[in-house]
């Protein structure tokens, strides 16, 4: 199967398989994980922030990042279509109380006057502005990337009005190969930030919530009381260091396998945005296929795709997809939609 449902479906490599046999290991709840310890500082010396914290998994690093920003009962404010609340299962508001007010889903073309225009102050009987989230790249906005200069105008917005600035950085790493942007310029932007291991570089499991020491001091209690205290975690760090040791420069040839797919797809009028990085998004709307009928075509040819809604499709290129991969999936895709 050529599977280019998600880059999350990547194996470990043989030299990560090693990295972690040999990783040395400890109890992470106290502290003692020297593997995890030296993961944490890594990351955070990457973004320029002064501490990080180790989680099994996105979802729970984005959810200890807003409860370290967003008090309960306060608001926070983000794309329609950001993976906090779309894919994450209520748990801003279920675990952290959190109120949430989104503008209409633009990806990553995000206008930082209509943020500013939403931001509420405290006071006026009405639930207060706390923090801002933005997605680096947006999944659901095809592997967008947030322009530098407008991220810095909505860090202008935010400091103007004393809220916080969030990223979901699930992608970041995308985003510093395909603009070209530093981890630590991207750093200096945020108030807190999740990174993802198993997003693209490789990693079995595993992200990152960074930020100042006492705002990670804290997200150690959030992430015991999530459940995600673990002990012998140094085995998977230990995959974490290798794939930002030897998976990142890599995601350029992901980028210009998503390009190929999308360059080859594109005169069937099925691409929904320009295509930046590893995401090649497919709106099937003007074609007689919908999104389930174009993925059994392709599994019953030893291709996977996902499928994000009745007419809505995704590839992902990774790791595990080769040019022969691509090739494959270009020429059963095309004949899927040609008809």
């Known amino acids: 199967m050529i599977d280019l449902r998600s880059d999350t479906v990547t194996r470990p490599t043989p030299g990560m398989r090693e990295a972690m046999a040999t990783a040395e290991v400890g109890d992470d709840v106290y502290g003692e994980d020297s593997s995890v310890n030296a993961l944490e500082a890594e990351v955070a010396a990457l973004f320029g922030h002064e501490a990080a ?12 990042a807003l409860q370290l920003v967003v008090p309960p009962g306060d608001e926070l404010l983000c794309d329609a279509d950001a993976h906090v609340v779309t894919y994450e299962i209520g748990a801003a508001a279920a675990y952290g109380g959190i109120s949430s007010r989104t503008w209409s889903p633009v990806g990553a073309d995000i206008d930082p006057d209509v943020v500013a225009a939403m931001i509420r102050p405290e006071g006026y009987h009405a639930v207060p502005t706390r923090a801002v989230a933005v997605e680096q790249t947006h999944n659901r906005g095809g592997g967008g990337v947030i322009a530098l200069a407008t991220l810095r105008e909505l860090r202008r917005t935010t ?12 992608r970041i790493w995308h985003a510093h190969v395909a603009d070209g942007v530093s981890l630590a310029d991207y750093g200096a932007l945020f108030d807190t930030l999740s990174v993802c291991l198993s997003k693209g570089l490789g990693a079995p499991v595993g992200s990152l ?15 015991k009381r999530m459940g995600g205290g673990m002990r012998q ?36 009028g099925v691409l929904a945005t320009t295509v930046r990085t590893n995401l090649v998004p497919l709106d099937l709307t003007k074609t007689a296929l919908d999104a389930h009928g174009l993925a059994a075509a392709a599994r019953a040819e030893g291709v996977l795709v996902s499928v994000l809604g009745p007419r809505t499709a995704r590839l992902v290129t990774h790791l595990d997809v080769d040019d022969a991969g691509v090739d494959r999936a270009t020429e059963v895709l095309a004949r899927i939609l040609r008809g």
Do not use: W
Not at 159 to 170: P, S, T
Not at 209 to 223: L, N, Q
């Open 233 to 268: 975690a140094g085995v998977l760090a230990a995959a974490g260091r290798y794939a930002l040791a030897h998976h990142v420069d890599r995601l350029a040839a992901d980028h210009r396998r998503a390009a190929r797919l999308a360059e080859a797809l594109a005169p069937f």
């Open 159 to 170: 400091d103007e009005a004393g809220v916080a600035l969030h990223c979901d950085g699930a």
């Open 53 to 64: 914290l180790f989680a099994p998994t996105g979802s729970m690093a984005n959810q200890i």
């Open 209 to 223: 919530v960074v930020g100042s020491a006492d705002k990670i001091e804290r997200a150690r209690t959030i992430r």
